[in-house]
């Protein structure tokens, strides 16, 4: 099969395919060119310390001096908390593994389109996957890539049996590679053999995302730290991981078998708020900046150093019920309440201004598969008390939103949104306080389902509906008779899926939808599935966001890019 799907028409959004069909450019609104992107899924972020304000930023003095060459500077809300890309589910630590490693199949910088990576050739024949691997490629500790290389990468992340499993790997093992490979074999060093378990029809575009990068058999197997290191075959690796002052420092792979880099250094450096990052770019402290709010995009818009640059997000921020915790929360009625009580258009429009739209169900319109005919719950505070009354919660009742303190791109104001939520609910006679945290603290809290309710979100990983309706809402246990959610103790629950819904019509749909081919037939049932999400409510839908990215005058080729990267071995500066 071509290893590039051909182009889908537009209306008016980008419908962007999935597996085995049609892609659609994902490039800048903003007419500004370029590489670049920070996707990989996120049900929230990665921490360390907020403030991240120590030492010397200017990349030309101190310990940040790279030698006298070029250092790309890059400012987010949150440091790495890992280096391993099986540790965990963070947008953070992909922006930095996915400079040092690959996986067989990429993403085109600025696109939803597949192309070669360490693999040059494949095909998806119902339950059957080959692959044709690139050969002359050297991990970072000097070891040749090979099919073994993919085959204990694999092995690590979801094999109870081999010697070198990973026990405590992230939610992404199973969803990502896990249920949908039965076997793998190496016909030869550069030959791959895949069995699925099934027909699954987004899987060569599993192989793109940030938790199927291959490491070196050698690290595996060795005595390597992949927290504290990373051994891959990218065109950038790590050099310096500073935690005390919230900085990790990338180097130019010298025997990289592409291209390469076009800066000898990339530094990612935090500031924990918005206005700082912003602030560090326009003084020149910074090249690119992420997770800016309309506040911050001011600071940028009226300088002469640096602007904004903005594409179009495959993104969703959200709030989410945990039927497992809350008795309230498995009455249907009192999760619609909620969602007529809560004024997301407020939100949306004056918390988040100009970068983000309302949602109304789990699939972006970026997608194929999202219910054009679906709107947003209505703020309506008389039809919200009328459902509770109607639930038996009349006279309210009182729960805990679980939120992180750092900015998202889906919630650039973690705080203030979930001020408003309370707000909002009080004056339906809902009590509701708010436990706010540092993000690493804010994962662990809420992936062990000690959350009431949550502020949460998710990027893309593979621009598939499949990655919302499946990795955020399935259960992917069985379900008890009689009931629509389940205990978060349940052995191979799915942990991201922080509501702990469990609908099985729903999860019919998404299944159907995996085994399914032809994409027209794939977006009808996903569109189905939008609809029973959006009728039984196991969030409320907040927002889909825009991409958006602070970026130097110094800096060129990068594009704001909603999948993938970001691609900082393509930048230049000046």
Same mark, same amino acid.
């Given at each position: 099969?071509?290893?590039?799907?051909?182009?889908?028409?537009?209306?008016?959004?980008?419908?962007?395919?999935?597996?085995?069909?049609?892609?659609?450019?994902?490039?800048?609104?903003?007419?500004?060119?370029?590489?670049?992107?920070?996707?990989? &899924?996120?049900?929230?972020?990665?921490? #360390?310390?907020?403030?991240?304000?120590?030492?010397?930023?200017?990349?030309?003095?101190?310990?940040? +001096?790279?030698?006298?060459?070029?250092?790309?500077?890059?400012?987010?809300?949150?440091?790495?908390?890992?280096?391993?890309?099986?540790?965990?589910?963070?947008?953070?630590? $992909?922006?930095?593994?996915?400079? @040092?490693?690959? #996986?067989?199949?990429?993403?085109?910088?600025?696109?939803?389109? !597949?192309?070669?990576?360490?693999?040059?050739?494949?095909?998806?024949?119902?339950?059957?996957?080959?692959?044709?691997?690139?050969?002359?490629?050297?991990?970072?500790?000097?070891?040749?890539?090979?099919?073994?290389?993919? *085959?204990?990468?694999?092995?690590?992340?979801?094999?109870?049996?081999?010697?070198?499993?990973?026990?405590?790997? +992230?939610?992404?093992?199973?969803?990502?590679?896990?249920?949908?490979?039965?076997?793998?074999? $190496? =016909?030869?060093?550069?030959?791959?053999?895949?069995?699925?378990?099934?027909?699954?029809?987004?899987?060569?575009?599993?192989?793109?995302?940030?938790?199927?990068?291959?490491?070196?058999?050698?690290?595996?197997?060795?005595?390597?730290?992949?927290?504290?290191?990373?051994? &891959?075959?990218?065109?950038?690796?790590?050099?310096?991981?500073?935690?005390?002052?919230?900085?990790?420092?990338?180097?130019?792979?010298?025997?990289?078998?592409?291209?390469?880099?076009?800066?000898?250094?990339?530094?990612?450096?935090?500031?924990?708020?918005?206005?700082?990052?912003?602030?560090?770019?326009?003084?020149?402290?910074?090249?690119?900046?992420?997770?800016?709010?309309?506040?911050?995009?001011?600071?940028?818009? &009226?300088?002469?150093?640096?602007?904004?640059?903005?594409?179009?997000?495959?993104?969703?921020?959200?709030?989410?019920?945990?039927?497992?915790?809350?008795?309230?929360?498995?009455?249907?009625?009192?999760?619609?309440?909620?969602?007529?009580?809560?004024?997301?258009?407020?939100?949306?429009?004056?918390?988040?201004?100009? *970068?983000?739209?309302?949602?109304?169900?789990?699939?972006?319109?970026?997608?194929?598969?999202?219910?054009?005919?679906?709107?947003?719950?209505?703020?309506? =505070?008389?039809?919200?008390?009328?459902?509770?009354?109607?639930?038996?919660?009349?006279?309210?009742?009182?729960?805990?939103?679980?939120?992180?303190?750092?900015?998202?791109?889906?919630?650039?104001?973690? !705080?203030?949104?979930?001020?408003?939520?309370?707000?909002?609910?009080?004056?339906?006679?809902?009590?509701?306080?708010?436990?706010?945290?540092?993000?690493?603290?804010?994962?662990?809290?809420?992936?062990? #389902?000690?959350?009431?309710?949550?502020?949460?979100?998710?990027?893309?990983?593979? @621009?598939?509906?499949?990655?919302?309706?499946?990795?955020?809402?399935?259960?992917?246990?069985?379900?008890?008779?009689?009931?629509?959610?389940?205990?978060?103790?349940?052995?191979?629950?799915?942990?991201?899926?922080?509501?702990?819904?469990?609908?099985?019509?729903?999860?019919?749909?998404?299944?159907? @939808?995996?085994?399914?081919?032809?994409?027209?037939?794939?977006?009808?049932?996903?569109?189905? /599935?939008?609809?029973?999400?959006?009728?039984?409510?196991?969030?409320?839908?907040?927002?889909?966001?825009?991409?958006?990215?602070?970026?130097?005058?110094?800096?060129?080729?990068?594009?704001?890019? /909603?999948?993938?990267?970001?691609?900082?071995?393509?930048?230049?500066?000046?």
């Amino acid at each position: 099969m071509p290893r590039e799907a051909e182009q889908v028409p537009r209306r008016s959004f980008l419908k962007v395919a999935g597996a085995t069909a049609a892609t659609a450019s994902i490039t800048s609104l903003a007419g500004c060119g370029g590489g670049g992107g920070d996707s990989g &899924g996120d049900s929230g972020g990665d921490s #360390g310390d907020d403030t991240g304000d120590s030492g010397d930023d200017t990349g030309d003095s101190g310990d940040d +001096s790279g030698g006298g060459g070029t250092t790309l500077r890059y400012g987010r809300g949150a440091h790495s908390s890992t280096l391993d890309p099986q540790n965990t589910t963070s947008g953070e630590v $992909a922006k930095v593994t996915n400079q @040092a490693y690959e #996986g067989l199949i990429a993403f085109q910088p600025g696109e939803a389109a !597949l192309t070669e990576s360490l693999a040059t050739d494949w095909s998806l024949d119902g339950d059957s996957v080959t692959l044709t691997l690139r050969e002359d490629v050297t991990f970072h500790d000097g070891s040749d890539f090979t099919a073994d290389d993919f *085959i204990a990468t694999y092995r690590r992340f979801v094999d109870d049996d081999y010697e070198y499993h990973f026990e405590d790997s +992230s939610v992404y093992g199973p969803f990502t590679l896990g249920n949908w490979i039965d076997e793998v074999e $190496a =016909p030869g060093d550069y030959e791959l053999s895949i069995t699925l378990t099934q027909t699954y029809a987004p899987f060569l575009r599993n192989l793109a995302m940030f938790a199927a990068v291959v490491i070196s058999q050698e690290a595996i197997e060795g005595d390597t730290n992949l927290d504290d290191e990373m051994v &891959g075959t990218g065109p950038l690796q790590l050099e310096t991981l500073d935690d005390a002052n919230n900085r990790i420092r990338l180097t130019a792979y010298d025997d990289y078998w592409g291209e390469g880099a076009n800066v000898d250094e990339v530094l990612f450096l935090t500031r924990g708020q918005n206005s700082t990052r912003a602030q560090a770019l326009v003084e020149q402290e910074l090249d690119i900046i992420d997770g800016l709010d309309p506040d911050s995009m001011q600071i940028i818009e &009226g300088s002469d150093t640096a602007e904004n640059r903005t594409a179009t997000g495959i993104n969703i921020g959200y709030m989410a019920f945990n039927l497992s915790r809350v008795e309230a929360f498995r009455d249907r009625r009192v999760r619609q309440a909620i969602s007529h009580a809560i004024d997301t258009a407020t939100i949306v429009e004056e918390i988040y201004s100009g *970068i983000a739209t309302q949602a109304d169900q789990p699939i972006p319109p970026a997608l194929f598969g999202h219910n054009d005919d679906i709107s947003p719950y209505e703020y309506d =505070p008389e039809q919200a008390q009328s459902l509770l009354e109607e639930a038996g919660y009349g006279d309210g009742f009182s729960f805990t939103l679980t939120t992180f303190q750092n900015p998202r791109g889906y919630n650039p104001a973690p !705080l203030p949104t979930a001020e408003t939520i309370r707000s909002n609910l009080a004056e339906v006679g809902i009590e509701m306080e708010i436990d706010d945290r540092q993000f690493s603290d804010y994962l662990t809290y809420t992936s062990e #389902g000690r959350h009431d309710a949550t502020l949460a979100g998710w990027y893309t990983d593979n @621009a598939d509906p499949d990655n919302f309706c499946y990795v955020l809402l399935h259960p992917q246990v069985d379900v008890p008779d009689g009931q629509d959610w389940v205990s978060w103790d349940t052995e191979g629950f799915n942990t991201s899926n922080n509501a702990a819904w469990a609908n099985t019509e729903y999860m019919s749909l998404v299944e159907e @939808a995996q085994r399914t081919t032809n994409q027209d037939d794939r977006a009808d049932l996903y569109s189905q /599935a939008a609809q029973l999400a959006h009728d039984e409510a196991p969030w409320v839908f907040i927002d889909y966001a825009d991409e958006v990215r602070g970026v130097s005058n110094a800096v060129s080729n990068y594009t704001v890019a /909603a999948i993938g990267g970001p691609f900082l071995e393509q930048v230049e500066l000046q």
